[in-house]
């Protein structure tokens, strides 16, 4: 049974920094493709980063491209996701997500597997 578990997320103020992290337990974390994806309320789960199983390929939404940075420690099977200059905008509950079999970077919700059960970021204006 794969688990992974997140942390780290917050309330801050427009402009600051945050580190999410994604403890992955049950499974080879370093052999597949790992993503973040974000819900806000009332809104459908969107995709915000992912990375290839290596992690020397990733992807980002338009929307945080250039703020946000996705990495990950294979020895220590670990997931990250560093936010800065955080908006009002990027407020959503954050999940990471493990795919069942792909180890290039997906993108989508549907290439996703198993998910942690979230953490809360609030930035307020």
């Known amino acids: 049974q794969v688990q992974l578990a997140e942390s780290g997320g917050g309330l801050v103020q427009a402009g600051d920094s945050l580190r999410l992290s994604c403890a992955a337990s049950?499974?080879?974390?370093?052999?597949?493709?790992m993503g973040w994806f974000r819900q806000a309320p009332g809104k459908e789960r969107e995709f915000v980063a992912a990375?290839?199983?290596?992690?020397?390929?990733?992807s980002y939404a338009d929307s945080v491209k250039g703020r946000f940075t996705i990495s990950r420690d294979n020895a220590n099977d670990t997931l990250y996701l560093q936010m800065n200059s955080l908006k009002p905008e990027d407020t959503a509950v954050y999940y990471c997500?493990?795919?069942?079999?792909?180890?290039?970077?997906?993108?989508?919700?549907?290439?996703?597997?198993?998910w942690g059960q979230g953490t809360q970021v609030t930035v307020s204006s």
């Open positions: 997500a493990s795919s069942h079999a792909a180890r290039r970077v997906v993108t989508t919700v549907n290439d996703y597997d198993y």
């Open positions: 990375i290839n199983w290596i992690g020397l390929s990733t």
């Open positions: 049950g499974r080879t974390f370093s052999n597949y493709a």
